[in-house]
């Protein structure tokens, strides 16, 4: 059975940094690309960018470019997105997702809060 | 990048109504559409694939249509469990962007 597994739920600082991840497993993790979307508090969906696994070449959204890291490792199976230095706009669920034909396997989502 | 503009933003439909969503893209994107279903609290799913391919285990009254510019996502008869917002993804060039969304209710 395909999985994609996100970590938890995560509360910080303006200024702090932060990694969360998403663990796939039931497939060939290198096969397929993982992208991430954003969802801000009752707003819609916004793709960020995406990663494949095998060699890790990355492509983002403008939006997001410079804003946000997107890397894997696909020794465990897992692909990561990163700031270094967050925001209050960056409250939000973050989705990973396999994205064979848009996306048919998601994580469960993590919410990011970022609030002094 | 490529604007994905739904219509209507939403709606309220009776059980048993046929339902029709538009995406519309700004420039073409032959078949590289996927459609999903968000209830609230939820995670997104995918009901539809290339366009017009239903996700298996996805109701038959589910649809979807189009080519090129323009797409369709039809419920043929509204259920009540059918209330959520549903979203358009492009999938054929990068950046990759979604419809705004739109959100039906049940009268």
Redesign the interface.
């Known amino acids: 059975e395909v999985q994609l597994v996100q970590s938890g739920a995560e509360v910080k600082k303006p200024g702090e940094s932060l990694k969360i991840s998403c663990k796939g497993s039931g497939y060939s993790f290198t096969n397929y690309w993982i992208?991430w979307?954003r969802q801000m508090p009752g707003k819609?969906?916004?793709?960020m960018?995406?990663i494949y696994p095998g060699d890790s070449d990355t492509?983002?959204?403008?939006?997001f470019h410079g804003q946000v890291t997107i890397s894997a490792d696909k020794s465990i199976s897992t692909a990561y997105l990163q700031w270094s230095s967050l925001k209050a706009s960056d409250t939000a669920i973050y989705?990973c997702a396999r994205?064979d034909?848009?996306?048919?396997y998601?994580?469960?989502?993590t919410l990011v809060t970022v609030s002094s | 990048d490529i604007q994905m503009t739904q219509s209507p933003s939403a709606m309220s439909a009776s059980v048993g109504d046929r339902v029709t969503i538009t995406c519309r893209a700004s420039q073409g994107i032959s078949n590289y559409l996927a459609w999903f279903q968000q209830k609230p609290g939820k995670v997104p799913k995918r009901l539809i694939y290339t366009a017009s391919s239903l996700q298996s285990g996805v109701p038959s009254r589910f649809s979807g249509s189009g080519s090129g510019t323009e797409f369709t996502l039809t419920i043929s008869s509204l259920q009540p469990e059918d209330s959520a917002t549903y979203y358009c993804l492009q999938h054929m060039t990068y950046p990759w962007t979604f419809g705004q969304g739109t959100k039906v209710e049940i009268k």
């Open positions: 992208g979307v819609g969906l916004e793709w960018g995406i492509r983002y959204s403008p939006s989705y994205q034909e848009g996306g048919g998601w994580g469960q989502g």
